[in-house]
């Protein structure tokens, strides 16, 4: 199973909007609604902050929302601050398996 | 609250066999919701799932990595484990154990993660 496609890198300024993709194919992000997005600090474990595409697990900010079209999910951050600053990943079900993608940097300039 | 926490050794000499255990406290291990999985992050690369394991002891693995991988549970421990055979550099990685929500396929609770390097 290959790896999910992610942009390397993504960056806004405060206050503004940003979307990450996370692009697979009919066996996966196409097929399923088990889009899953975490996002990772330096050195810290991975934080679940969106799962079944676009519901957000308790305690996690609204200003994070996710959804999906075809085979490209995507996670849109609205009212960057600079504790987003961090990498995002995309994760899906395929087949009785998970697959990450290949993650994003989220820089907040 | 529910807390995983990974442990076993930090270097393992290519060719051998790297061992895991994953405790789980504040909760049970034998939740009929949720499976428990590992998760492993090269440095300074992304994250790749290696498998998941029901407290019935039903598993299932990334097929590129399943002939070399065994997840085992105790439940009496409230632990899981992973073992990976024939390592070389290329595992050297970051693992996690998480808990794995099936019904969602999303891992909602990790631990802080092991670094576990292989070398001679």
């Known amino acids: 199973q290959s790896a999910l496609t992610q942009p390397a890198s993504v960056s806004g300024s405060p206050g503004q909007s940003i979307t990450i993709s996370c692009t697979g194919t009919?066996?996966?992000?196409?097929?399923?609604?088990?889009v899953s997005w975490y996002q990772q600090h330096p050195g810290k474990a991975p934080k679940l902050m969106i799962y079944d595409v676009s519901n957000r697990p308790s305690g996690v900010s609204n200003r994070f929302s996710g959804s999906k079209s075809g085979n490209t999910a995507s996670l849109t951050i609205s009212g960057l601050q600079a504790e987003d600053e961090a990498d995002y990943y995309c994760s899906s079900y395929t087949s009785s398996s998970s697959v990450f993608g290949t993650g994003t940097k989220v820089t907040v300039l | 609250q529910l807390q995983l926490q990974e442990s076993g050794p930090g270097l393992v000499k290519p060719s051998e066999t790297l061992s895991l255990t994953c405790t789980v406290s504040g909760g049970s291990i034998s939740s009929s919701s949720y499976y428990w999985g590992w998760i492993r992050q090269p440095p300074g690369k992304g994250l790749e799932w290696i498998g998941s394991i029901y407290y019935s002891g039903s598993t299932y693995y990334n097929p590129s990595l399943k002939s070399r991988v065994t997840i085992s549970v105790d439940t009496s421990k409230n632990q899981f484990s992973l073992k990976l055979s024939s390592v070389t550099a290329a595992d050297t990685a970051v693992y996690y154990c998480a808990r794995h929500f099936l019904r969602y396929d999303a891992f909602d609770i990790w631990g802080q993660g092991t670094m576990v390097t292989v070398s001679s």
């Open positions: 009919s066996s996966d992000v196409g097929g399923y609604n088990y």
